[in-house]
């Protein structure tokens, strides 16, 4: 992993495009390559009273474990008018190969479904439609684009096969879907027993 040290005044900037308003850190470069990460499940603004926050799921595809600390996931809106980015702070987040990790809009204390919050830094819902890319110190790791996420449950990848960096590019050839079923009974979707499977392998697209 590359580490860079940055002086305050040159890091600024960047500060400023991640709407950060915490303390500035050391910049950490994940040695990465393109698909190692993928996005798994998003999930927005939901209608109604929601405690559960929003978030961004991904999947660790890689055979190594990932330290996220310096990945940056940027959102941009599909008409080009403005863009939200943050970066995962926290140096030791790790995820293993085969597993999930979310990062989650509301605070992780007392959300098991949150492995990272980046509440603070994005300064407010996720875009509803939207290009979204993840980067690591400038490098394209992962990356698509959905037309609208839903008031209800997630946008999800099919979770019939393995996740993939290219197969989750095509959102209209059936690779996503709206899960918004609640959980059956008996069914380990998560302990909360909301619509969405955080951290967990994705329910397979009708």
């Known amino acids: 992993m590359k580490r860079l040290t940055i002086s305050l005044a040159l890091l ?6 991640l709407a950060c308003a915490r303390e500035p850190v050391d910049r950490v470069c994940p040695d ?29 595809a890689a055979d190594r ?9 940027e959102l941009r809106r599909l008409t080009g008018a403005g863009d939200y980015r943050f970066m995962v702070r926290d140096p030791d987040l790790t995820v293993e190969p085969g597993e999930y990790v979310v990062l989650g809009g509301l605070t992780a204390e007392g959300k098991a479904h949150v492995d ?11 875009y509803a439609a939207a290009f979204i890319d993840l980067y690591t110190c400038g490098e394209l790791v992962d990356g698509l684009f959905y037309r609208a996420l839903p008031a209800l449950g997630t946008y999800s990848l099919d ?14 050839g059936g690779a996503w879907c ?19 499977t955080p951290g967990e392998a994705n329910r397979p697209c009708p």
């Open 178 to 196: 709206t899960d918004d079923a609640p959980p059956a009974p008996g069914e380990p979707v998560t302990e909360l027993g909301i619509r969405g």
């Open 32 to 60: 990465l390559l393109p698909g190692d990460l993928v996005i798994t499940e998003l999930r927005g603004k939901q209608s109604g009273a929601d405690s559960y926050g929003q978030w961004v799921e991904l999947y660790n």
């Open 116 to 126: 990272y919050s980046y509440s603070g830094d994005l300064p407010g819902d996720l």
């Open 65 to 73: 474990p990932i330290e996220l600390g310096g990945v940056v996931i």
């Open 12 to 17: 600024a900037p960047a500060l400023a495009l």
């Open 159 to 172: 979770g019939a096969q393995p996740p993939d960096a290219a197969r989750n590019d095509d959102p209209d």
